[in-house]
């Protein structure tokens, strides 16, 4: 049980150009889910915080307007990274935590995002 | 603001050896400290937790402690196997917004 699934598992895509991420729970409601950033050979950052049905909350230095989720269902949040430039390529992973096990947080396989 | 200090940042241990990874929190509000494993290109493992009311939790070779008057906790590996080398990170939550809080990490080599 607790399986997130992420998709796409990798896309090049132009600059310029915008890219939807998709992420969920399987086989689990998500109360909240996190999307996080990872460049090469660091420790995962968290860029924002969204629940269902409400807005997302970003961390500091993270634009919303650029990085949009949107966290539609209990089981479905996006992000769009929006005019995506070549800085925007990353690792990104979403999470979700469920309703038995508060604290836990359960990883999606993440997707390599290279922007050209 | 809240943060976890983790160390080392790269550990090289001989097979069969003993590792220790150790982390460091601020936030005394803290009391959910997971440990992940994370292979290249792979999402983080959850190895092992502990919450805030225990001090100790072993599962077969690894094992937590976790000193609360001092805010720190640790990672022990025990008989260490070619397939524990990895990159390994600690977290810190609370559950006033259960988001984790994570080390730098430790980049976990094992020598045959």
């Known amino acids: 049980g607790a399986v997130v699934s992420q998709h796409p598992s990798w896309v090049i895509c132009k600059s310029g150009t915008s890219v939807k991420i998709e992420c969920r729970s399987l086989?689990?409601?998500?109360?909240?889910m996190f999307w996080y950033r990872q460049f090469p050979k660091q420790s995962l950052m968290l860029m924002a915080t969204s629940n269902e049905g409400s807005k997302a909350t970003y961390e500091q230095g993270v634009e919303k307007d650029k990085f949009l989720i949107n966290h539609a269902s209990l089981t479905l949040s996006t992000l769009t990274v929006t005019s995506a430039h070549p800085e925007d390529s990353s690792f990104y992973i979403c999470?979700?935590?469920?309703?038995?096990?508060?604290?836990?947080?359960?990883f999606g396989p993440g997707t390599r995002l290279t922007v050209t | 603001g809240e943060n976890v200090e983790q160390h080392p940042s790269t550990l090289s241990v001989q097979e069969g050896d003993s590792a220790v990874i150790k982390c460091t929190y601020s936030?005394?509000?803290?009391?959910?400290f997971p440990w992940y494993k994370q292979e290249l290109g792979k999402r983080p493992q959850l190895i092992i937790d502990i919450r805030s009311n225990v001090g100790e939790k072993k599962d077969q070779r690894i094992a937590v402690t976790l000193n609360k008057t001092a805010k720190h906790f640790s990672l022990h590996i025990t008989e260490t196997q070619p397939e524990d080398s990895a990159v390994y990170f600690c977290?810190?939550?609370?559950?006033?917004?259960?988001?984790?809080?994570w080390g730098a990490g430790t980049k976990l080599i094992i020598k045959p």
């Open positions: 977290a810190a939550s609370k559950n006033s917004n259960y988001q984790l809080i």
């Open positions: 086989d689990f409601q998500a109360t909240t």
């Open positions: 999470s979700a935590r469920g309703q038995t096990r508060e604290n836990e947080q359960y």
């Open positions: 936030d005394s509000a803290s009391n959910y």
